[in-house]
């Protein structure tokens, strides 16, 4: 141990992002504790802070490398993943101004609460140790928690809270035994130390099977998180209740972040007893596709349909675990991008046409959609598409790109019963279309009007980055292959 | 610019001018007339080149796409024989569909309009495209527009009727994913020429058990999409429940697009594989073309009918393709040919049918042919095309399939023409309850064509009989081409499998 435990200035820099959105999120309590009248300008200051922390994580990428005694590290990875997380929060924040104003809920709390939400994430993106990992979890949690019962006078928000907290702590108990267990063994919780001490130690089988319990322990732990089957129940129930905004914050940011270090820790700290873990990967990726497909066939509201299929998603990036190769991570990574454009922009196009209370949320609700609102309905047929798997969407890419690195792992089976299940999957898609296309006008498009300003800017946010990872995907696919690379 | 560069974009930029065009107007109709015959014309500037250099692609686009550390996707088109007179029968048919639509499409026809664009577009990807991936990504661009068109347009239960038709199709095109995924494993690229060229030097060599996998993953997609018999199940509803021009699409165009990917892909891609499986999938043929016969026999409604014989006809396609020699090969794409234009007519047909008397069960009808002489002429002479009489395009094809399957398996070929004899009997006898027969009161008043009818069908007829009487016209490019194909599953067109598996295994050895 480094006896110097002064910062430099360069562990700051590394840092910035989190300080800065921590900094921008107590600024919003205090103004809002302050200020009088209409409370939307908490929501501009978000975003700014949040563009701050988002050139501040460009600013750390120049300056690559591990800080505060190897607690984090900054490589091409993490800046990845915190860019990403940003994103989804910016684009969130977009859409929940007008759907605030509408439910009358207008506050500087959810901002903050965004912006401390994405504190965690960024410190799960960056975290180089299993303390590190356990801190960004919670602190990314306990502020989802409360999103998820924002609205508190509403009682399925409330159930939604109440669901997501009691199971998700219990999963986190998982998660800090694991961590518990490698301390025991290893002497360390350092990722890379962690698999040192596997690599050298490879001949005691005893110390192997106990760090097999605990990988499965962190499993479980962050398995929770990401909604793998069959830890999956509360998915449905949470992105079901919450207020839509924050189901799409919810699908697209935490788990992004917790796939993150799922990879991470997986594959340096595991890697070197992956086939053990590969096994059980490989069962819960299936199990995670069929459950997540077969219940979203039955659904009949859409923001629950959208929370299975958000379960069958996970199982799809658990396929490029399964590969553990640099180019599952890749895949990985371009899949988790492209998932969280496309769910965003889905769950904006329904938080709009919910109305208050969120009256509307059946797909027979949709109804008509296409001769009432036709451009709103041509970019809902984009992000349904997307999710479909149709060419030319980012959504497509992020399949073939995952997919393709299953079977250059050669797990033939999974890609064909992975593939099959993205067919079964288009049978509740299209439901939406048939809905929005094929039917007359309902009760609740009858009234709808155009999205607000904000709204608007964060629908077709998405839609173009939905289309430009589906048209040129080189940039991403290259930046995400040389972030993977480094994980050797 | 590359010709075949303008022929893609064309449509696409007409797709995006139509949706920008004002709703209640002529606009988006001139529109897509004005570019999708423009199209055509241009795509005929396509024969010179690929007649003047007839054993390789021509008019070819290649450029460099998706890099990625472990792949690189070239937007690699061109266009051979096969590809090139497939081009031409879509840019002919599609504005004829837009003429049709014109009169037929009522309901929001400006998005009518711009998704036929669009299906245009993917079309004529489809049967351009060099790369797999290429052709994957069009496979599905073109499946989009017309889900869409049958789902909203439709007629009844259209909404189960589309799912369906995009669900099965999809089954299909995943399996073809998963194929095209493992090529990409095995050989690193997913360029047509270049997966060619490593087959052909040794470069690459599959065993068996791969090619047996990749041959059933692709097989999959284009047994589902033209269809072959028994994965048929989603035809029947789709042809009827969707509009007309869109039936008329999904005939003429749309199957040719399985029938195509079978004979371009599933032959090359994996030789061996298909010749494994060419006898089972030669006896679904037979059985598609029986069944499709028979149940079209039965059939009391006109859009059905036409729907089960285009599944008779379409085994006449597959048949040729496995028959694995050049007189069946060259009858299949001829057939393609033929097939799109007699059903095609059919269908038109049909809609100005259901237009005039807003029905098309057989019961409802009945001695046209007295108050409509022209109307009733000139679906006898498209009846007679689909029948196969000779001197009308259907014949050529289904002669040179006969022939080419007599050559593989005499059995085969004698089955396959007891359909022949099928179609003759189901055709003319709808035509006797149709048109001849006692006149209804309801066909009393049944007005003949109007100019405005005649425009699309002098063509179609003219080019029946083109096809069927002067197929020097045609025959070549597609045997130059076919040739290729054969020559690439190492089988020459000489070979003959006369006595069934023991020289095939033997020749399978040898290599």
């Known amino acids: 141990m480094p006896a110097n435990f002064v910062p430099t200035a360069s562990d700051y820099l590394r840092l910035a992002p989190e300080i800065a959105l921590t900094i921008f999120g107590i600024l919003i309590m205090l103004l809002e504790a302050v200020s009088k009248g209409k409370r939307t300008y908490l929501a501009y200051i978000s975003l700014i802070g949040i563009a701050a922390a988002f050139l501040l994580n460009l600013a750390a990428y120049s300056d690559p490398g591990s800080a505060f005694q190897h607690m984090v590290v900054v490589d091409a990875y993490a800046t990845f993943f915190r860019a990403l997380v940003l994103v989804v929060g910016f684009l ?68 939604a809270a109440l669901k997501y907290f009691l199971l998700g702590s219990f999963a986190t108990g998982f998660l800090l035994y694991g961590v518990a267990w490698i301390f025991g063994m290893v002497g360390s919780t350092n990722l890379d130390a962690i698999r040192v001490a596997l690599e050298s130690n490879s001949g005691s089988p005893r110390i192997l099977q106990v760090i097999a319990v605990a990988a499965a322990l962190i499993f479980v732990g962050l398995g929770f998180k990401v909604s793998v089957a069959p830890f999956q129940m509360w998915a449905p129930d949470v992105y079901q209740g919450a207020a839509a905004p924050v189901s799409a914050f919810m699908s697209a940011g935490p788990k992004a972040a917790a796939f993150a270090v799922f990879f991470r820790i997986f594959m340096t700290s595991f890697r070197p007893m992956e086939d053990r873990w590969i096994v059980l990967v490989w069962g819960c990726a299936l199990a995670t596709m ?68 969120e009256r509307f949320v059946k797909i027979e609700d949709l109804a008509g959609l296409g001769r009432r609102q036709p451009v709103l309905a041509a970019l809902f047929a984009l992000f349904v598409f997307s999710l479909i798997g149709v060419p030319l969407t980012g959504g497509f890419f992020g399949k073939f790109y995952v997919f393709e690195a299953a079977l250059h792992s050669n797990l033939v089976w999974l890609t064909v019963l992975g593939l099959v299940n ?31 300003a904000g709204l608007n800017l964060a629908i077709w946010a998405s839609a173009i980055g939905v289309l430009v990872l589906g048209i040129f ?16 | 610019m590359n010709l075949l560069e303008i022929l893609l974009l064309l449509p696409l930029a007409g797709f995006f001018i139509t949706m920008a065009s004002p709703r209640e107007s002529k606009v988006p109709y001139l529109v897509a007339l004005a570019t999708t015959l423009i199209t055509f014309f241009l795509s005929l500037g396509l024969i010179g080149p690929a007649g003047a250099d007839a054993a390789h692609f021509t008019s070819v686009i290649d450029s460099p796409w998706i890099t990625s550390p472990n792949f690189h996707i070239n937007l690699h088109m061109g266009v051979d024989g096969i590809s090139l007179w497939l081009v031409v029968l879509t840019t002919f048919l599609l504005p004829i569909a837009v003429w049709m639509s014109e009169s037929m499409i009522k309901d929001r026809p400006k998005s009518f309009f711009a998704l ?81 060229t490593a087959f052909s030097t040794g470069h690459v060599a599959l065993t068996a058990q791969q090619q047996l996998l990749i041959f059933l993953g692709f097989f999959m997609a284009f047994a589902v999409k033209v269809p072959i018999f028994p994965f048929h199940t989603w035809l029947p509803n789709t042809y009827t429940q969707a509009p007309m021009p869109a039936t008329f699409l999904l005939a003429a165009i749309m199957s040719k697009m399985g029938t195509y990917g079978l004979l371009r892909f599933s032959l090359t891609m994996s030789p061996g594989g298909a010749q494994r499986c060419a006898p089972w999938i030669a006896i679904l043929a037979i059985i598609g073309i029986i069944y499709g016969a028979l149940i079209a026999l039965m059939q009391t409604n006109v859009k059905r009918l036409i729907a089960y014989s285009s599944i008779s006809h379409l085994g006449f396609i597959v048949l040729g393709i496995f028959s694995f020699n050049q007189q069946g090969a060259d009858g299949a794409v ?161 070979y003959q499998v006369q006595s069934g598996s023991k020289e095939l295994a033997e020749a399978r050895h040898a290599r």
């Open chain 1, 92 to 159: 969130c924040i977009l859409a929940s101004i007008s759907y605030l104003d509408r439910e009358g809920a207008q506050g500087g709390e959810y901002y903050a609460l965004i912006l401390f939400s994405l504190v965690g994430q960024c410190t799960l993106a960056t975290s180089a140790d299993l303390i590190m990992v356990f801190i960004g979890l919670e602190i990314s949690s306990i502020a989802t928690y409360i999103l998820a019962g924002y609205l508190r006078d509403d009682r399925r928000n409330n159930e």
């Open chain 1, 290 to 357: 069929l459950i997540g497909n077969f219940a979203a066939l039955l659904q009949s509201n859409v923001k629950r349909l959208l929370g299975y299929s958000s379960i069958a998603h996970a199982g799809y990036v658990l396929v490029a675990l399964t590969a553990a190769s640099e180019v599952g991570t890749a895949a990985a990574m371009f899949y988790l991008a492209s998932y969280a454009l496309m769910n965003i922009g889905a769950f904006a196009i329904i938080s709009h046409i919910a109305a208050r209370h």
């Open chain 1, 422 to 452: 993205s067919a079964i999957a288009a049978f509740y898609y299209l439901r939406i279309i048939v809905a929005i296309y094929m039917h007359e006008p309902g009760e609740a498009t009858a009234e709808i009007g155009s999205p607000a």
């Open chain 1, 473 to 488: 995907p080189s940039t991403l696919l290259k930046f995400a292959s040389i972030s993977a690379a480094a994980f050797k």
């Open chain 2, 116 to 196: 036929l664009l669009l299906f245009e577009f993917g079309l004529i990807g489809v049967f351009t495209a060099l790369d797999l991936f290429v052709f994957y990504l069009f496979w599905e661009v073109a499946l989009v527009p017309m889900y869409i068109m049958v789902g909203a347009w439709g007629s009844g239960k259209r909404g189960p009727a589309a799912v369906k038709f995009f669900v099965y199709t999809m089954f299909g095109s995943v399996l073809m994913l998963a194929s095209l995924l493992y090529l990409l494993s095995l050989t690193g690229t997913t360029d047509y020429i270049g997966i060619l």
């Open chain 2, 334 to 494: 001829y057939q393609m040919l033929a097939h799109g234009l007699s059903t095609g007519a059919l269908f038109l047909l049909a809609g100005y049918l259901e237009q005039r008397r807003g029905s098309l069960e057989i019961a409802d009808l009945g001695g046209i042919a007295t108050p409509a002489p022209a109307f009733a002429t000139v679906f006898l002479i498209t009846l007679f095309a689909s029948v196969g009489l000779p001197t009308l395009c259907n014949f050529i094809g289904e002669f040179l399939v006969l022939q080419g399957a007599a050559i593989a398996h005499f059995t085969w070929a004698a089955w396959a023409a007891l359909g022949v004899i099928l179609s003759a009997g189901y055709m003319l006898w709808m035509y006797q309850r149709v048109f001849l027969g006692k006149i209804g009161e309801s066909t009393e008043s049944f007005p003949d064509l109007t100019p405005r009818d005649w425009v699309p069908v002098v063509p179609l007829i003219a080019l029946m009989l083109w096809l069927g009487c002067y197929t020097q016209t045609f025959m070549p490019l597609i045997s130059s081409a076919t040739n290729n194909i054969l020559e690439q599953t190492q089988m020459n067109n000489t």
